[in-house]
Every structure is written in C-alpha cells, then in structure tokens.
C-alpha cells in the first residue's frame, strides 16, 4: 500500500469517525460533513434516500434510545479514481428509553464514497447486522 493509500484509507476512517460521533451527538453538521447531497442508507427493514431525510434519522435517535455509543474498528478500502467502496467493522450499542438495558449491534458499512470537493463523502451506505445482543448495565448519572 502506498503513502498515498494510506492517507486515503485515514481520511475515510476519519470520516467513519465523524459520522459515528454525529449519530451518538446527533449531530446533523457533522453528518452533513460527511454524506452526499444524494446519499442513500439501507438496512434491514429500510432505505432512507438524500441528505435531508438521513439527517431526520438522527430525531429518530433520539426518540427511541436515551443516548448510544458507535465505535468504529477497522476499515478496508479500494479506491478508482474520484470513488471508493469500503466495509467498515463497529458496534453500535443503544440504551433503551425503558430501562437500564443496552442494545448492542456488531455492524458492518458497507460504503460506496464520491470524492467532492476535497473530502470523501459516503455516497450509500448499507448497514448489515451480523449480530445483536441485549444485556443489563448500571447507569452512572453524570
């Protein structure tokens, strides 16, 4: 892998990053940092189609969990030109409203990215649930 690569793989995980921040803050300047003006994000039992209607998926956040916890862990890429596709390893653990009870999710992005002015934007991303679990946690008030 050159130099070169490897600063573009950085830039996507970066890129990663700041998507899962802006879910866990909820946070729509940081996910319109990093999503097309077009994008599309699909997983089960969903698609949700351009930047307005993904950046609505952030209030849907909040209402259905109290607050959650996206940690990403590896990123491969190949990259032609302007584009890249990529899959991304994470875990995306949720609190429920209803209790002191965490949802987890071990997640794959499967990523489609355009290169627009200067940065690389997630142009369609397709969640893929490989497992889930739910377990017990002790909240720690702030």
């Not at 952030?58 to 940690?71: C, N």
Request: aromatic residues 8%; hydrophobic residues 40%; glycine residues 6%.
């Amino acid at each position: 892998m050159t130099a070169i690569e490897i600063a573009e793989v950085a830039a996507l995980r970066h890129a990663c990053e700041t998507y899962a921040l802006g879910a866990d803050r909820r946070d729509k300047n940081l996910w319109r940092a990093v999503l097309t003006q077009d994008c599309v994000i699909e997983g089960p039992g969903f698609r949700s189609e351009g930047l307005d209607t993904n950046l609505g998926s952030l209030d849907l956040l909040s209402r259905m969990f109290r607050t959650t916890r996206h940690t990403v862990h590896q990123v491969h890429a190949e990259f032609e030109g302007h584009e890249a596709r990529s899959e991304t390893y994470a875990t995306a653990d949720h609190l429920l409203q209803d209790g002191d009870v965490i949802l987890s999710w071990s997640i794959r992005y499967i990523d489609r990215w355009r290169h627009e002015e200067g940065l690389w934007r997630i142009a369609h991303r397709r969640l893929v649930i490989d497992w889930e679990e739910t377990r017990p946690v002790k909240v720690q008030q702030a």
